[in-house]
């Protein structure tokens, strides 16, 4: 069964850093989307992407963040300079045509010291 | 008010027992619905879309009222297994716009 991959599965920086998080949406998929959650509160929207541009961002998504898909299969989110309250469980979505269902990767887990 | 609210519980529920979970949701505009499933530090991983007919997939059950803005997810002869928090989750639109979700149901089943 297809699935999303993401990498690394924990990533621990230093304040101020600059992290790149990589996911692999499952491979026929058109939509991708990148969401956090913090330990202990519920999964929060960061960014939808299709078609080579960003389709939707909420207010988290500030300009501290950007996303590129860099060739035919990566997915990527980078934080420029991370802050503590960055630190979070970082998920990866794609959904295929239609759009509908989103099926999350295993998530990055994020820890900023 | 919350745009998903959930009872956060814990529900403790024996083996073979039937447990439902209520979600409300804030904006009219929703127009798809799901229920998702998440086990400690995991990812959420889709249980099933709620239809507005109500579905059924094996032993789970979904409802939607909308005219009370309300999704019902009923699990019958619990397993052990089921353990996990629930997710209800919402989305403006059936295209690829954002799912909000609710905080979470935690369902504990014991032997």
């Known amino acids: 069964e297809p699935e999303v991959t993401q990498t690394p599965s924990h990533q621990v920086t230093q304040m101020g850093q600059e992290v790149i998080l990589r996911c692999v949406p499952i491979s026929n998929h058109l939509y991708f989307y990148w969401y956090r959650q913090i330990l202990g509160q519920k999964v929060e929207f960061l960014v939808s992407f299709y078609n080579n541009e960003i389709s939707e961002k909420s207010e988290i998504f500030d300009d501290q963040f950007s996303v590129e898909r860099p060739d035919g299969s990566n997915f990527t989110l980078k934080i420029r300079s991370t802050k503590l309250e960055d630190s979070a469980m970082y998920f990866c979505a794609s959904s295929g045509i239609g759009g509908n269902e989103q099926y999350f990767g295993p998530g990055t887990r994020l820890t900023v010291t | 008010r919350k745009e998903v609210e959930q009872d956060p519980g814990p529900f403790n529920v024996p083996e073979g027992a039937t447990v439902a979970f209520n979600c409300t949701y804030s904006?009219?505009?929703?127009?798809?619905f799901f229920w998702y499933r998440q086990d400690c530090r995991k990812e959420p991983k889709l249980l099933m879309s709620v239809y507005s007919s109500g579905n059924e997939d094996g032993r789970f059950t979904a409802q939607l009222n909308r005219a009370s803005q309300y999704i019902s997810l009923l699990i019958r002869d619990s397993k052990l297994s089921d353990s996990a928090t629930y997710l209800c989750?919402?989305?403006?639109?059936?295209?690829?716009?954002?799912?909000?979700f609710g905080t979470g149901t935690r369902l504990l089943v014991s032997p």
């Open positions: 989750v919402v989305k403006a639109d059936t295209g690829f716009q954002k799912l909000v």
């Open positions: 904006n009219s505009a929703s127009q798809s």
